[in-house]
């Protein structure tokens, strides 16, 4: 089977660090093809079926122009996660994907609405913290840095379980969303360097179980020396 | 604003505060100025301002250019107040404020020169109204302060006032974009010698025009976003800088600047593209602020960089470097790499990365390193480097990605033991780069190399033998 991963729009969903998110997995499937999608072409999974759609974190104003970007294919997205394809959005490329993103001034921008999440501004207190959480039996730790908090229903599809720090708001104990195959999470930067069982997670959903990960050893170690730094400083 | 009963509180209180602060002998304190703000929300706005304020501004190079104004103007005979020995945020400026008044807040100095971070910007440039304002320029910075830098531009357009005169970086889009409707002067470096429209950067934070969004045409980019464009559909353009580097001598360590058509020799500090930013944006705002060029230049030749930012010493023909690389900022690193690679001989670099407030109480968001260019330091002249910390097995994977051969690379939890880990065998020079919080640490690595380099066997081996 032939590896296709599509990266939407690398030259503005980058904000921290994001894309090396994307040259890992290159180094995991050294035989996979990356398509990088920018914002002036039309996306690869309208007339393809990628094994991976990647978008990563953006400004306000990009997210804005996102939104209406995809727009025009919000029926072939839906389809394209019924089906099983796997997605990655991390950071707030989730809220593209949700109801509307609330303005400070209480304005609602209507998204994509493939979900039932909202997400609130306020642009004059930015979110910071660390994050460790429960996937079944592993654990998964990042690093939020948000203008917004998210908000949906009770019955929604999380992702992660909250073990220390903030979930998809203040309250909730629940991170990120995650539907058959599609992963929405709002830990940015190298979630993937960041945890060696995510990608494991992630090959495997893309029907690739047995793919070794690249540096294995380091990876592991660098993983195990945070963890316990996350357990004890966090 | 008028001045009411809570200001006068708020101001006798603060000088209080200086004064006991004073006696017990501390000194460059923000403290009278947070104390001020505490008690009085708006003291800014009610402190009588000095007839002039110029301010400067930026994401990087702003302390070191504010020092050299400060130097130039006191060499040219001015008498001023400054936020030197003190912060560039709002609590800053107003202990700065402070201490300049009379009894009654009445400011004693006529000129005042403030650095000012840029994130602080709504709670003081409105209040400060400067009639002066310097942008270096405008990158990525710390995340969790900085977010973006839409967002960074976005306050400094809200938070401008009109009124201000603003000197800004021409190869610098997002800077050069700033007020448009006030009066502007700009500066910029010419195109230098192999300088292409490739980026060579993982970072490039303007890739479109900012009027229509077409694709921009570079002339050249000189690193991230600093460079020249223009927009193929509407014509949009980057401005012309009326003070221009047009000649760099490396060899007689000057630099020629076009001054509105005029040319001046101006002593070269550093021949880092940094450091020539860093002189040319004084010498512009120098130069709108009133002075000659001529006088400029000739105070110039007085100054040298801060040894707290570089250092160089020699040991038994071995140069070892103290380099400053301000943590989470992924651009001010990418240009440390950068110079480093460039340095001559054989390098090789200990690494002191981690944030140090957060290595000691949380865990580091190690995001930034991957939007560092890593990858100059994946060079045949570069045969050893040393990651020291909480985070080194982070920084040990960002080498590996950087395509970084495992042999070069050795690391260790303990920041102490990094000299342990060098060997001195082929090796022109030891570059150590540390931030503002491990300029201890970075010394005494620093002193452990220069052991190791003189003969004498490093505190490891010795401890081995
Ligand atoms: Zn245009």
């Known amino acids: 089977m032939a590896i296709k991963i599509e ?40 007339r393809e079926r990628p094994s991976l759609v990647y978008l990563g974190p953006m400004t306000e104003r990009t997210q804005e122009k996102v939104i209406e970007k995809l727009r025009p294919y919000k029926e072939r997205l839906w389809q394209l996660i019924e089906e099983g394809v796997c997605f990655l959005f991390t950071g707030n490329a989730l809220e593209v994907l949700g109801e509307y993103i609330e303005t400070e001034e209480g304005k609602r921008l209507p998204a994509l609405a493939l979900f039932q999440l909202h997400a609130k501004r306020d642009m004059m207190h930015r979110h910071n913290s660390t994050f460790l959480g429960r ?18 229903p009770p019955d929604y599809h999380p992702f992660l379980e909250v073990v220390k720090g903030v979930g998809l708001h203040e309250k909730c104990k629940t991170e990120g969303i995650r539907y058959k195959n599609f992963v929405g999470t709002y830990l940015l930067g190298p979630v993937l360097i960041l945890n060696p069982c995510l990608t494991k997670l992630l090959l495997t959903q893309m029907g690739l179980p047995q793919a070794e990960l690249a540096f294995a050893s380091e990876i592991e170690s660098a993983y195990r020396q945070r963890l316990k730094d996350f357990h004890a400083k966090t | 604003m008028k001045r009411n009963l809570r200001f006068f509180f708020a101001l006798f209180f603060a000088k209080g505060t200086a004064l006991v602060l004073k006696l017990i002998g501390r000194k460059g304190t923000s403290m009278p100025g947070s104390w001020a703000i505490i008690l009085c929300p708006d003291f800014l706005g009610r402190m009588p301002r000095p007839k002039t304020v110029v301010g400067i501004t930026g994401t990087n190079g702003k302390t070191t250019v504010a020092n050299m104004v400060e130097d130039v103007l006191s060499h040219c005979g001015y008498d001023f107040v400054c936020n030197r020995s003190g912060t560039n945020v709002n609590t800053g400026v107003a202990s700065s404020l402070i201490a300049n008044s009379t009894f009654f807040g009445k400011p004693k100095k006529d000129l005042a020169i403030f650095e000012l971070d840029e994130r602080s ?178 105070s110039m030749e007085k100054l040298s960089i801060s040894e707290t930012r570089y250092k160089e010493e020699e040991v038994d023909g071995k140069k070892v470097i103290l380099h400053l690389a301000k943590g989470q900022n992924p651009i001010a690193c990418s240009r440390a790499f950068e110079n480093i690679r460039d340095y001559p001989g054989k390098k090789a670099v200990i690494l002191f990365l981690d944030d140090y407030f957060d290595a000691a109480h949380s865990v580091e968001n190690i995001s930034w390193y991957y939007d560092t260019d890593f990858e100059f330091l994946n060079n045949p002249d570069i045969p050893q480097i040393i990651a020291a910390g909480a985070r080194h097995w982070d920084v040990c994977l960002r080498l590996l990605m950087a395509g970084i051969p495992p042999e070069k690379i050795s690391h260790t939890a303990e920041n102490h033991q990094a000299a342990e880990l060098l060997s001195k065998e082929g090796i022109d020079a030891v570059f150590i780069l540390y931030d503002v919080y491990t300029i201890g640490l970075a010394n005494q690595v620093k002193d452990q190399t220069k052991a190791l380099l003189s003969g004498g066997k490093s505190a490891g081996e010795q401890q081995r033998a």
């Open chain 2, 121 to 298: 910007s709504p709670k003081i440039l409105p209040y400060l109204k400067p009639d002066l304002l310097l942008c270096t320029n405008i990158f990525r910075d710390s995340y969790k302060r900085n977010a973006h830098m839409e967002f960074i531009v976005d306050i400094l357009q809200q938070y401008i006032p009109e009124s201000t005169r603003l000197v800004l970086n021409a190869d610098d889009l997002l800077c050069a974009s700033l007020k448009p409707q006030n009066h502007r002067s700009f500066f910029g470096i010419d195109r230098q010698p192999g300088e292409t429209a490739q980026c060579r950067n993982i970072v490039q934070d303007i890739r479109v025009c900012p009027n229509c969004g077409a694709a921009l045409s570079w002339e050249f980019i000189r690193y991230h976003h600093i460079g020249r464009a223009s927009c193929p559909q509407c014509g949009f353009c980057s401005p012309q800088a009326g003070y221009r580097v047009t000649q760099i001598d490396a060899d007689e360590n000057t630099m020629t600047v076009d001054c509105h058509g005029h040319q001046q020799k101006f002593p070269m500090l550093n021949s880092s593209t940094i450091n020539i930013y860093n002189s040319l944006s004084a010498i512009a705002l120098l130069s709108q602020f009133g002075l000659s060029t001529e006088k400029i230049a000739a």
């Open chain 1, 7 to 46: 990266i939407l729009f690398p030259e503005f969903c980058n904000l921290f660090g994001d894309m090396s998110n994307m040259l890992y997995l290159q180094r995991c499937l050294p035989q996979g093809e990356f398509v990088k999608t920018p914002f002036s072409e039309e996306p690869l999974f309208l």
């Open chain 1, 135 to 152: 996937l079944g039996q592993e654990e998964v730790m990042g690093f939020k840095s948000q203008f917004t908090m998210a908000f949906a």
